[in-house]
């Protein structure tokens, strides 16, 4: 069991410019979300899919946040265009339900 | 809206057992409390849950209060790998967000 895998493990990229994670999930895992951890704000939840579904986005904050979950094994959260505000470390998390959620090790994103 | 209270800080002493308290005064009776933690430059790591009895695995144990309306985290021998920031959280049952709060960082010394 690999875990969950995020990559890239660090991008920098400038203003303006798109920018795409990605979360490969625990194979078995109904629930997949996307997280956001800034010093001032702590954790943040963004949204949260199960059975590939988006159930609540309601944490997306702006337009600009987009997040896909093509099949189970896979999700995308696309920042387009990109802002300096946005730097922050985004986890990825699956989970059966019930139990506890496993995270990944994270993207620490920094936009310039 | 804070449904969780936990101190900010605390220290513990490698070795011995860490006691680690959580508030949630206004606790449902379908909510659960859980328990994660978060070491430097990872990601949090589940660590234990539950309803209204205590709970024991590998990691920890879970004493929940007869009222709910508080719980402890037990550690049972404490070492330098557990410093970290530990979350309490309260989920209800049918909604699967998790909600983080500042939680407590511990530290813990040789």
């Known amino acids: 069991d690999a875990g969950v895998i995020q990559s890239p493990r660090h991008e920098v ?10 979360c490969k999930p625990i194979s078995g895992h109904d629930y997949l979300f996307w997280y956001r951890q800034t010093m001032m704000r702590g954790l943040e939840l ?7 579904v988006p159930i609540d986005d309601s944490g997306m ?12 094994s896979f999700s ?4 387009q265009p990109s802002e300096p505000r946005d730097s922050a470390v985004y986890f990825c998390a699956s989970g059966g339900g019930a139990g506890g959620y496993t995270f990944g090790s994270g993207t620490r994103l920094t936009v310039v | 809206d804070a449904k969780t209270t936990q101190p900010p800080s605390m220290d513990c002493a490698e070795g011995r057992a860490a006691n ?21 430059s990872q990601g949090p790591q589940y660590i234990i849950h539950g309803l209204k009895n205590n709970e024991t695995n590998e990691m920890a144990s879970l004493i929940i209060t007869e009222d709910r309306k508080s719980s402890t985290l037990i550690l ?30 511990v530290t813990v010394r040789a």
Request: glycine share 4%; charged share 20%; net charge positive.
């Open chain 2, 20 to 40: 680690l308290p959580c508030n949630h005064s206004t606790i449902s009776g379908n909510e659960y409390v859980y328990w994660y933690r978060q070491i430097h």
């Open chain 1, 61 to 72: 904050p702006e337009d600009r946040f987009s997040a896909k979950m093509p099949n189970a």
């Open chain 2, 76 to 105: 049972p021998h404490a070492t330098l790998r557990d410093t970290a920031v530990y979350y309490c959280i309260v989920r209800v049952s049918n909604d699967y967000k998790l909600s983080f709060g500042a939680g407590t960082t």
């Open chain 1, 76 to 79: 995308t959260l696309k920042i």
């Open chain 1, 13 to 22: 990229t400038e203003m303006g410019q798109e920018v795409t994670l990605r």
């Open chain 1, 46 to 52: 963004l949204i949260y899919f199960n059975n590939n």
